[in-house]
T-cell receptor
Framework: RKEVEQDPGPFNVPEGATVAFNCTYS??????FFWYRQDCRKEPKLLMS???SGNEDGRFTAQLNRASQYISLLIRDSKLSDSATYLC????????????FGRGTSLIVHP | GAVVSQHPSRVICKSGTSVKIECRSL??????MFWYRQFPKQSLMLMAT?????????EQGVEKDKFLINHASLTLSTLTVTSAHPEDSSFYIC???????????FGPGTRLTVT
């Protein structure tokens, strides 16, 4: 299994829809998890940090399932501006905690 | 969120010249900074990890003599692309992190074009 895996998509959803992405990770000792969004030709921007079971911020909810080793990102009431690539990041445990990125999931929200 | 600046945002240089890119954490002290490269429609690729006061750790396949990294202080890291070639043209992005389990904050990136 790759260290961090994401379905590349694209996920094509209408405005107002609810969409969820999963990210699986291989290192069971990982302690922190992050979701970033990256717009085309821009740098990644932090969307959410997850340290325990989950986190919620407005329309965005992240959940961590340690038993199955995945984190999910749920976006409710999708907006056109949510169209982006969503990156899952899991720092490797031990030593320097090098962040490992998933390949990203592309989301396209259409009118 | 924390702010990371990167300069220059865009640079065009001739083949064989060197280019220096600066990365600064503006409102926090970064124990670790990372340098990434991203080609169009591809994933971010980690080039090296830089800790203040120590030598950078390069990922496999990244030439340390070509991509010189200096982490002079807890708020500044520089990447110098030496003897640049057209294949070095890419989007270079730095990030900074306070502690090992903390989130990274990314600079806005530098688009390098080597002619």
């Amino acid at each position: 299994r790759k260290e961090v895996e994401q379905d590349p998509g694209p996920f094509n959803v209408p405005e107002g829809a609810t969409v969820a992405f999963n990210c699986t990770y291989s290192n069971s000792a990982s302690q922190s998890f992050f979701w970033y969004r990256q717009d085309c030709r821009k740098e990644p921007k932090l969307l959410m940090s997850v340290y325990s079971s989950g986190n919620e911020d407005g329309r965005f909810t992240a959940q961590l399932n340690r038993a199955s080793q995945y984190i999910s990102l749920l976006i409710r009431d999708s907006k056109l501006s949510d169209s982006a690539t969503y990156l899952c990041v899991v720092p490797a445990s031990g030593g320097s905690y090098i962040p490992t990125f998933g390949r990203g999931t592309s989301l396209i929200v259409h009118p | 969120g924390a702010v990371v600046s990167q300069h220059p945002s865009r640079v065009i240089c001739k083949s064989g010249t060197s280019v220096k890119i600066e990365c600064r954490s503006l409102d926090f002290q970064a124990t670790t900074m990372f340098w990434y490269r991203q080609f169009p429609k591809q994933s971010l690729m980690l080039m090296a990890t830089s800790n203040e006061g120590s030598k950078a750790t390069y990922e496999q396949g990244v030439e340390k003599d070509k991509f010189l990294i200096n982490h002079a202080s807890l708020t500044l890291s520089t990447l110098t692309v030496t003897s640049a070639h057209p294949e070095d043209s890419s989007f270079y992005i730095c990030s900074a992190r306070k502690g090992a389990l903390d989130e990274q904050y990314f600079g806005p990136g530098t688009r390098l074009t080597v002619t």
